[in-house]
């Protein structure tokens, strides 16, 4: 059975940091590409970030670049989202994800269908 728990989610003002987490068991997480979805109220949800199963190939939203940084320890089996600069518009439940066969393409907006695995989700409230 498979598992996925975020945490990490919180309050924090406009401009400030958060980093989830996601531990992922049940899953070879080596052999899986692991990502982050998030839905803000109202709005459909996102794809934010995804990494390939090597580390190697990473896709980010536009409106995320430069700000979110995506990491993953295999060790641990755990996911990391490292979030800087944080703006109102971030605000949402963000949902771990990861799936054995999805290819992690830079320019591939991926879709919730892609992802087989999904976490409870963890909110993100940032305040203006």
């Known amino acids: 059975q498979v598992q996925v728990v975020e945490s990490g989610g919180g309050l924090v003002q406009a401009g400030g940091s958060l980093r989830l987490s996601c531990t992922v068991s049940?899953?070879?997480?080596?052999?899986?590409?692991v990502g982050w979805f998030r839905q803000a109220p109202g709005k459909e949800r996102e794809g934010v970030s995804c990494?390939?199963?090597?580390?190697?190939?990473?896709y980010y939203a536009d409106s995320v670049k430069g700000r979110f940084t995506i990491s993953r320890d295999n060790a641990k089996n755990t996911l990391y989202l490292q979030m800087n600069s944080l703006k109102p518009e971030d605000t949402a439940m963000y949902y771990c994800?990861?799936?054995?066969?999805?290819?992690?393409?830079?320019?591939?907006?991926?879709?919730?269908?892609?992802?087989?695995?999904w976490g409870q989700g963890t909110q993100v409230t940032v305040s203006s």
């Open positions: 990494l390939s199963k090597s580390g190697g190939s990473t």
């Open positions: 994800v990861a799936d054995p066969n999805y290819i992690v393409v830079p320019t591939h907006k991926p879709d919730s269908d892609d992802f087989d695995y």
């Open positions: 049940g899953l070879t997480f080596d052999a899986s590409a």
